[in-house]
Structure formats: C-alpha cells, structure tokens
C-alpha cells in the first residue's frame, strides 16, 4: 500500500491521483480548513479551560471547532449522582464521586453479585428447590417450565405448586391465559448452610435466569452494607461524551427539570422525587464543553448559563408550576463547563451584555473567516477537505485531482460572488461539502468508481438556490411568486413592497 501523502508538507497536488492517497490529520483541530486564528484559540482554551465566542456565518467550521477542543480536554474523572434525603425526599442530595472511588465501589459491588453457577454445578435438592431439576428424572430444564421436558410429569413431586391445595387449578387456569411465569416452579432462593475451612457458613443460592447465583457469607455481609445506603441515582456518568450540544429549545433541555409524577412521590405508589431528577445540558457537560449554536436565540434564558459560568454549579429544579416536580430540587449541582457559544454577526446585539463580559473576560471572542487566500498551501486545505467530506460520508467514491480542481474552482466563484474577493477561496464550506456529496451521489448512480470532474459540474448547476432557479424560470423572483401566492398574501411580502414603493433602479428583480 502506497504512503499517504501529507498535504500539511507536500502542497503540490499534480501527483495526486485520487483523494484516497490525502493522509487525514489524526488531529482533529487540524481538520479545521483556514481558521488559523480560531484553531490557536482552541488550543489555549483546552489547555487553560476558557470560553469561547465563535461569530460567522453558517457553514464556516464553528461546530467543529467546538468538538475538535472537547477531543482535546482530559477525560471527565467525576460522575455526579442524586441521592435520596430520608429527612427531606422533596430536597434529594448531591452525590460527586472521583475516578478511584468509583472504581473502588464498583469492585466492592461485584464481590455483592457473588458467583454463577450452572444448576447442575448446585447441590441437587438445591436445584429441585429452585425449579431447576426435576424430582422425578433429575433431568435440568428452565425453572419457567413447571413440566418436565424429559419425563412429561410435574417437575416438583405433589403438583406443580407444592403445598398449596389449589396449585393444579390456578396453574391450569393462568396457562391457560399465557400468563403461567408467575406460577413457575419452585423458589426464588433458597438459603442452607455449608462447611468451608472446617466452619460452617450460610449461603444463599438464587435464580438469575438459566444459571444459579450463590452468594457466601462475605458477599451476603456486603449487600446487607449496600441495603443500608440510601438509593441514589447518577445522573452524570464517569463515562460520558466531554462534548455536549444544546439548542436551547427550552429551559428543561438547558437547565434539567424533575419529571411529574401523578402519584405524588407517594412511597408504596409512586415514583421518589431523586429517581425523577433530569440534569441538563449545562450538567452533562460538566469537565467538558457545552456548544450553544446561535446563542442569541435563547433569550433570557442566557441569564442562567451566566449563572453557571460563575458559580460552576446549578440547581435543578421542576420547572411546571402544575407539575409533581414543582416541589423538588436539587441544589449544588456540578456545572464547571467550558462554553464555546456561536453567533451569526448581526446577532452579536442580543447577546447579553454580563455573558459577552463573562466570555470575553475568561475567554476569546473570534469572528471566524469566510474566505482564505488563493495559494498552493490553501489548495492543498481544499483538497485535503474534500478528502475528509468523502471519508466522513462513507457512501460516495473518492474523488480524482480533476473533480478536486474543479471543486477549487468553484470555491474561488463562490468566494467572489458570496464575499466580494478576488484570489480567494471560500470557507463556507457546509456549502462545499454538500456539493462534494452531490457529486459522490452522481457518481454512485452513474455506476462510476470515482468521482470525475463531469460529475462536480453537474452538481454544481443541481446545487443552485432555489431563489436562482425562479429567477431563471420566471425572470424575477416577484414573477415566480405571483405564480403561487394571492394579491392579498403578495402585498404581505417584502419584496412587494419594496418593488411598489422604490424606484426601478432600486427593486428586486
């Protein structure tokens, strides 16, 4: 297999023969096409754990950037968990346990699970007790099967339900329902004594499933020491992704809530208030960062991530006044996060004023680059990012230099019309990757290996707005609407405003 060539040193596309030969950077921040500035920051911000405010317009690379940092950040060490508050349920605990206990705990759990054995491994009255073995054969079978496979008969002696006078009847009656499991044959567990090391101990055999559990002293000792914790539930796990995204579409998703329960947490009937606690993106992203793409949208609700930003922890709270939850919370709950926040430009004013000041304060604020300069280096970028396009998709062929060129090409038209530059090449690249895939989607349906050069150009006349497409149907845009909406709904529209009241060198044709 031939070496793959690296594109970040050999900028010289000419002995490219296809996209499968571009070696993609293992790291992920130099997957980022010609942010250079933006990558640097990133950096700092996961080494020195500061926030971040990305600003551009869509397309440009903020969403990646923000995982690319969160790739970068150590492993979460801390799991978070709600523990119930027996003098107080409706005011349920926090729980925060580092790497080594967990790891502790989980070990001291395992030593409560005791050992499984297969029922014929078990002592066999011990077996037949539990329903594994029949009385009858000694034949094994499932202790969901109150007949014996092996010999057609009860597999324990006196009825399928020994001891109780009705067992026969009600068996009957409940198999005949399909419901019979609640009558299987014998007992769940089964508790004796053994000899170990000239002692005598007691030991527990259980059912767990097709094999038989057996539980010692110590492991027995040590789940009496479980059963005497308060139950509690994690609802951040020490195995998490460090990146979280949110789009603020409510307060519950951002900020966590506590489910209804029309029961009222009742203690025999309902569910207890910590089992109903749901941390928010603001939590989950807890040792990681939290992406909040266009920002500006939430509103009000900014006044919360500030909140958290500063005290590094947030309560969670039922947030529907009509709701079981209204009365829980949960105070000090972790919330130590690193936010990298996006924004297009003309949003920055409704951003609040304290979070810029927060962000700017103990962060970077970065307005992104919607174009870079026209050279052989940032060529090589272009084709490096088709490389990625085509590998991240999966479906479609890799391409070869002519369909990449001619993907340059159509970067540098795009850099000129959309941004105004000449001897650029456009970082709009959502744009762009779409385009790689239309011509990787051509390709495929063509039944051809690579994606050519032909194949980039049909897609670029396929890729076109629809706005451009009903100016080339109907001649303007306002002639294409006509066709489709009313006079009322057309004299709503902007444009026919803007048509009926500007002059004709000034209206939208």
Known sequence: ??????LSKETDLRGLSTTADILIPA???KRVIGQEEAVELARIAARQRRHLLLVGPPGTGKSMIAQALALHLPRPTEEVRVVHNPENPERPLVEVRGEAEILRERESKGSAEGELIEPDAAPANVAERLGYR??????????????????????????????????DILGGLMESMGAA?????????????????????????ERSGDKIRVLDQKALERRRELEKL???KVIVPLERNPFVLSTGASETELLGDVRHDPFGGHGQLGTPPYDR???GAIHEAHQGVLFLDE?????????????????????????????AGASVRVDGVPADFILVAACNIQDLEQILSPLRSRISGDGYEILVETTMTDSEANRALLAQFVAQEIATDGRIPHANLAAVEAIIREAKHRAKVLDGRDGALTLRLRELGGLVRSAGDLAVSMSDAIIDEKHVDAAIRRSRPV??????????????LGTDISSAQKEKSPYYFWNEHMRDDQAYH
């Not at 706005?467 to 294409?480: F, L, N």
Request: charged content about 25%; glycine content about 8%; some cysteine.
């Open 134 to 167: 029949c009385s009858n054969c000694g034949a094994y079978s499932s202790p969901t099967e109150r007949i014996c496979p092996s010999c057609e008969k009860a597999k324990v002696s006196g009825g399928s339900q020994a001891g109780n006078p009705f067992g």
């Open 27 to 29: 790291d992920p921040l």
């Open 181 to 205: 499991a609640p009558f299987s044959t014998g007992k769940e567990k089964v508790t004796t004594t053994r000899k170990r090391f000239d002692k005598e101990e007691v030991v527990v055999f």
């Open 295 to 323: 920002i500006s949208h939430l509103g009000a609700t900014q006044r919360f991530i500030l909140t958290a930003m500063q005290e590094r922890r947030f309560p969670i709270a039922g947030r529907n006044p009509q709701s």
């Open 230 to 232: 308060s139950p509690r």
């Open 277 to 279: 606690v749901v941390p």
């Open 467 to 480: 706005e451009e497409q009903i100016k080339e149907r109907y001649g303007s845009y306002m002639r294409g």
């Open 1 to 6: 297999m031939s070496e793959k060539i690296d």
